[in-house]
């Protein structure tokens, strides 16, 4: 009887429709929620909302193999992005704290959400760089809170 009930036109087009709205491995916006480290493992980064613009995604420094020396970047904001876009996060700035200059950037999660793409660029995304991170499960210790 169950089988019976599941096969008609009805069941079908709502398992359609659950298919169509959830795809298997979809991004979504807190997939790059966390701690990552930086392609070198001189740093950790965290990604969370914007402390003042919740919707938004930044990213924050929160250990530097470097604490404690003049070239210091804990607590350092290194990224601010306004929008998901169902792909990546996109619409603000990244921040290079080596050469300390603004990019425009690109924050995207690979499907199993072992590594994070961080993309900064100059007018169009084609033509930049991109930095793979991986997760951390707790940054080391050395850095003051910001």
Do not use: N
Not at 45 to 71: H, M, N, Q, S, Y
Not at 77 to 85: E, H, Q, T
Request: aromatic letters at 6%; proline letters at 7%; one cysteine or more.
């Amino acid at each position: 009887m169950l089988i019976r009930a599941l096969t008609g036109p009805l069941a079908a087009a709502g398992l359609v429709a659950l298919l169509v709205a959830a795809p298997a491995g979809a991004a979504t916006p807190r997939d790059a929620h966390g701690l990552w480290w930086s392609a070198d493992k001189t740093a950790v980064i965290e990604f969370k909302p914007c402390t003042d613009a919740g919707t938004a995604l930044c990213g924050r420094i929160v250990w530097d193999k470097d604490a404690g020396t003049p070239t210091d970047a804990c607590g350092v904001r290194v990224a601010r992005l306004k929008s998901f876009d169902g792909e990546a996060w996109r619409d603000g700035w990244v921040f290079d704290p080596r050469d300390k200059k603004s990019y425009s950037g690109a924050v995207r999660v690979k499907p199993d959400g072992t590594v994070l793409s961080l993309r900064a660029f100059i007018g169009t995304e084609m033509i930049g760089q991109t930095e793979e991170m991986t997760r951390a499960d707790k940054p080391p210790t050395g850095c003051k809170a910001p």
